[in-house]
């Protein structure tokens, strides 16, 4: 399965494209040599070999992995970040990115924004995800998440 998410600096009323002005032009997220520095220490494994597109994996167990394409572009500063994501972890993987970025990620085929709140609706666990996370990057588990988590 294969889903697109664009990840922008969008106002936090906004739950859809529905929901968007001509006066909620977003922001850049920021200058492209700060975002990529921002993926390489949050994911040190993060292919970013060429810097307009990256790759981020994670193998996981049991079929449990999943990959990101991260389409940066060429622009500076980068005003948008599409990720295409594939396999069943990459939810909450896309939804740590969007925290990382200070982004808000819009899914493209529902037009809507995609939360932590939906994902842990369909039984996901932010704090378990962090976790699994943190085990994968071999990181120590007190180190803080984006938004303060483990």
């Known amino acids: 399965m294969s889903w697109n998410i664009v990840l922008m600096r969008l106002p936090h009323h906004v739950t859809s494209v529905a929901d968007l002005t001509d006066d909620d032009a977003p922001p850049p997220?920021?200058?492209?040599?700060g975002i990529l520095d921002r993926l390489r220490?949050?994911?040190?494994?993060?292919?970013?070999?060429d810097p307009t597109w990256g790759l981020l994996e994670e193998p996981g167990a049991r079929g449990a992995g999943w990959l990101l394409e991260l389409v940066i572009g060429d622009?500076?500063?980068?005003?948008?970040?599409?990720?295409?994501?594939?396999?069943?972890?990459s939810v909450p993987a896309v939804l740590y990115l969007a925290d990382l970025l200070d982004c808000r990620a819009l899914d493209l085929s529902s037009g809507d924004i995609v939360t932590w709140d939906d994902w842990e609706q369909d039984g996901g666990s932010r704090a378990r995800f962090h976790e699994d996370l943190a085990r994968a990057l071999g990181r120590d588990r007190g180190r803080a998440a984006p938004d303060g988590g483990a």
Do not use: H, K, N
């Open 29 to 33: 997220i920021g200058p492209a040599a």
């Open 75 to 89: 622009r500076d500063p980068v005003e948008s970040l599409m990720v295409r994501m594939r396999g069943g972890g």
């Open 41 to 49: 220490t949050a994911f040190p494994g993060v292919d970013l070999s």
